[in-house]
């Protein structure tokens, strides 16, 4: 077990893309700094109603997305947590622009035959629904990845147990804290 750590003075957010592990990692990751955890998709779907499925289904990725940046803009105005993204969220320039000048944004960042993998196991993701979740993760990756890379801090989420990735972001974040 490792030394505890401070708790941060502003949010954590967890981006990356599908598959990376960022709820997980970020419910462990909060239960390590003593913080809150919030996953935007859960906050959305409990806000619309409805699941990201749906939202995507009967309104449209657009809807969706409109719909994400209000509720992160919310969940990073309250005190610090540990706030989990969906894979899209950081693409919005004025959710990102707003993630990285009030929080620190981690990127999870895995291969992506791993995130097929873990992708493929559940049937709630809209973007690979009926889809090769290997091709669409690499078109994913490509568009998303010089955006993830603008976050203070990369991760890798290898196939590794959650707490080791855990570790690895507290001590980034140490680091960070010592510059």
């Not at 699941?51 to 809807?63: A, L, N, P, R, W």
């Not at 005190?79 to 693409?91: R, S």
């Not at 993760?137 to 855990?166: F, K």
Request: charged share 30%; with cysteine; hydrophobic share 40%.
């Amino acid at each position: 077990m490792t030394a505890p750590h401070p708790r941060p003075e502003r949010s954590i957010v967890l981006v990356g893309l599908m598959g990376a592990g960022k709820s997980t990692v970020g419910r462990r990751l909060a239960h390590r700094l003593g913080l809150a955890f919030a996953d935007s998709d859960e906050e959305i779907e409990r806000a619309a109603g409805r699941t990201v499925s749906e939202i995507f289904e009967q309104f449209g990725e657009k809807e969706f997305r409109d719909g994400e940046s209000r509720v992160i803009a919310r969940l990073v105005d309250g005190g610090p947590k540990v706030i989990a993204t969906g894979g899209g969220a950081f693409m919005n320039e004025r959710t990102r622009a707003l993630i990285l000048a009030r929080c620190l944004a981690v990127w999870l960042d895995a291969d992506i035959a791993t995130l097929a993998e873990r992708v493929s196991r559940r049937d709630s993701r809209p973007l690979v629904s009926g889809k090769d979740p290997l091709k669409v993760l690499r078109e994913l990756a490509e568009r998303r990845n010089p955006y993830y890379a603008e976050a203070h801090i990369h991760v890798r989420s290898e196939t590794m147990p959650h707490d080791r990735a855990v570790d690895q972001i507290l001590d980034a974040i140490a680091r960070l804290t010592e510059t």
